[in-house]
C-alpha cells in the first residue's frame, strides 16, 4: 500500500510558479513509476511528468521547459516545480505512484491560474 498526500496548490496570477509537493506513506525508490496527473473541467485526466525508478522524466509537451519534476527519497516525497505558469495549466492536479503493478493515487490539489 501507498498512501499519497499532495500539497502547494493554490491561485496563481500567469506567469507566477508554484511547488507541488507529494508525500508518500512508502519507501518510493522502491516504486515503479511516480508522476503528476491533472484534470481540467470537462477534459480527461492527463500525464504531466512522471519519473522513473531509475530517474527517467517524462513530460507533456505542454510543460516542457517549463515544468520540472523531481524527488527526495530520504523525505518520501516528490515535486513538481511550476513555472511561468498559464491560465491553460488550471486543473486540479494529482500525484500518482505504481508499485508491484498496483496504482495509487492522491486527493489531488487545485491550481487555479488567473489574474
Known amino acids: 500500500q501507498v498512501q499519497l498526500v499532495e500539497s502547494g496548490g493554490g491561485l496563481v496570477q500567469p506567469g507566477g510558479s508554484l511547488r507541488l509537493s507529494c508525500a508518500a506513506s512508502a519507501i518510493i525508490f522502491s516504486t515503479d513509476y511516480m508522476g503528476w496527473y491533472r484534470q481540467a473541467p470537462g477534459k480527461q485526466r492527463e500525464l504531466v511528468a512522471g519519473?522513473?525508478?531509475?530517474?527517467?522524466?517524462n513530460y507533456v509537451d505542454s510543460v516542457k521547459g517549463r515544468f520540472t519534476i523531481s524527488r527526495d527519497n530520504a523525505k518520501n516525497t516528490i515535486y513538481l516545480q511550476m513555472n511561468s505558469l498559464k491560465p491553460e495549466d488550471t486543473a486540479v492536479y494529482y500525484c500518482?505512484?505504481?508499485?508491484?503493478?498496483?496504482?495509487?493515487w492522491g486527493q489531488g490539489t487545485q491550481v487555479t491560474v488567473s489574474s
Open positions: 500518482y505512484a505504481r508499485k508491484l503493478g498496483a496504482d495509487y
Open positions: 519519473i522513473t525508478r531509475g530517474g527517467s522524466l
